[in-house]
């Protein structure tokens, strides 16, 4: 039976892409690890590969196509013996095949994916598609009937962990004859959500200007991202906000020094390296903060992974730096610096902008003195940080004297960092920043 390939999702998040370009024709002979396509996200340009072998029957969706929703048929792969007459109307009545595996583009640094057959040469045909006791076909892929029977499984026992509950090779491996499929658990009835609200329609907003002139800017895929991701924080995270105001004449003639030593090496720290080091520490210092929200958990983290958000045109990114308290200034420069050229370029692997625990969104050099940033779920909390301005103050013995102090607020999530928490850990970081000799101890 004539089998579909579905649009991978290549991100948690991702719901749909664009289709870019196909790398494959209908009638190609097609094996395990052969790239077919090339999927636009909102961050990136990914190619994935086929997991099965067989010959490109039926191309459902033209490339440059976008909005393509996750799981949805996007070619049909027919199997040995069958021709592009088996293929029902648009795919229809074909299988799903398990979703090919994301690969990022090779400057990317991705590791390549799939389900290879075992022996390329091998002209074995895989046993015909199983059936279940009443008669319903079970899906496996060719590769998983083949080695279910050599090692004389019965694929009726065995639950399927690829897309739609087909069966994949890893399962029949782990698979031992007489398993039973795991029974799933019963889900726990989740409370009902409040329905978001919603602005006024498109046409409605339209109608509100009919006679100006204007411009329509179609939304591309990263702005939808972003507007949905945002919405979806500021609708459901409890935020609550922290200020303070940070000396930094200390750290400036000491990261002066710094990088006076360092020029020979090339190397320039800017105030920000010091912050993603600030808030490294400090996240070491209050553990109970280096925390993000699960739905009905709270997952506190042990390395102190940091986000950096980093504009680029049409929106940004929030690549991040892992292990950063363990790292030092230099090495978070550079290592911020690549992250943020690529980040600019679109060449981010998603692994490189997924996760942390904790976000830093400098808005200091734009001349911004201080705002309030949008927490980036699942983080637990987001430090917007200010420009650094000269402002009279009064010193210790009551004086008053003239220092360089930069704004800062810290936006918490209530339900993973309550305020008192919050306070400790922005004291931290106020501390680190004050003292900047500590960070090198």
């Known amino acids: 039976m004539p089998t579909e390939i579905l649009m991978p999702a290549l991100s948690p998040t991702m719901e749909e892409g664009a289709l870019a370009k196909w790398l494959v024709k209908e009638g190609d002979t097609v094996s395990s690890g052969d790239l077919l396509a090339e999927i636009e996200t909102d961050k990136a340009t990914m190619e994935f590969e086929a997991v099965d072998e067989g010959v490109i029957g039926k191309i459902l969706v033209a490339e440059g196509t976008e909005g393509v929703k996750v799981n949805s048929p996007i070619a049909v792969l027919l199997e040995e013996g069958e021709s592009a007459e088996d293929i029902g109307d648009a795919g229809g009545d074909s299988k799903p095949a398990p979703t090919p595996d994301p690969k990022p583009r090779a400057d990317e640094g991705g590791a390549d994916g799939g389900e290879a057959p075992e022996g390329r040469g091998e002209t074995t045909s895989a046993p015909a598609a199983p059936k279940s006791a009443d008669g319903e076909r079970i899906f496996a892929s060719p590769l998983a009937r083949r080695i279910a029977a050599d090692k004389g499984l019965n694929l009726a026992q065995i639950k399927g962990s690829g897309p739609r509950g087909r069966i994949v090779k890893a399962d029949v491996e782990k698979a031992k004859p007489g398993d039973k499929p795991a029974e799933a658990a019963p889900a726990e009835a989740a409370p009902a959500a409040a329905a978001p609200?919603?602005?006024?329609?498109?046409?409605?907003?339209?109608?509100?200007?009919?006679?100006?002139?204007?411009?329509?800017?179609?939304?591309?895929?990263?702005r939808k991202t972003i507007a949905a991701r945002l919405t979806e924080a500021k609708q459901s995270i409890p935020h609550f906000y922290l200020r303070r105001d940070i000396r930094l004449d200390a750290l400036l003639k000491f990261r002066g020094e710094l990088n006076s030593q360092l020029e020979g090496r090339g190397v320039k720290l800017s105030v920000n390296d010091f912050i993603i080091k600030a808030c490294a520490l400090a996240l070491q210092?209050?553990?109970?903060?280096?925390?993000?929200?699960?739905?009905d958990r709270v997952l506190q983290l042990k390395p102190s992974d940091v986000a950096v958000a980093v504009a680029i045109e049409g929106g940004l990114f929030t690549p991040v730096l892992k292990d950063a308290e363990m790292k030092s200034l230099s090495t978070l420069s550079a290592e911020m610096k690549d992250l943020a050229t690529r980040a600019r370029d679109r060449k981010l692997a998603p692994q490189e902008y997924q996760g942390g625990s904790f976000a830093v969104s400098n808005l200091g050099m734009f001349g911004i003195d201080n705002f309030d940033a949008v927490i980036n779920p699942p983080h637990g909390a987001i430090l917007a940080v200010g420009a650094g301005v000269k402002k009279p103050v009064v010193g210790k013995d009551g004086e008053l004297t003239v220092a360089t102090v930069m704004s800062v607020t810290l936006s918490v999530d209530h339900r993973v960092i309550d305020g008192a928490l919050g306070a400790e850990l922005l004291q931290h970081i106020v501390d680190n920043l004050e003292n900047p000799m500590v960070m090198l101890a």
């Open 285 to 295: 210092s209050v553990p109970a903060a280096n925390a993000v929200w699960a739905g």
């Open 197 to 222: 609200a919603k602005g006024p329609s498109a046409d409605a907003v339209a109608a509100m200007y009919e006679g100006r002139e204007y411009e329509e800017i179609k939304l591309d895929g990263m």
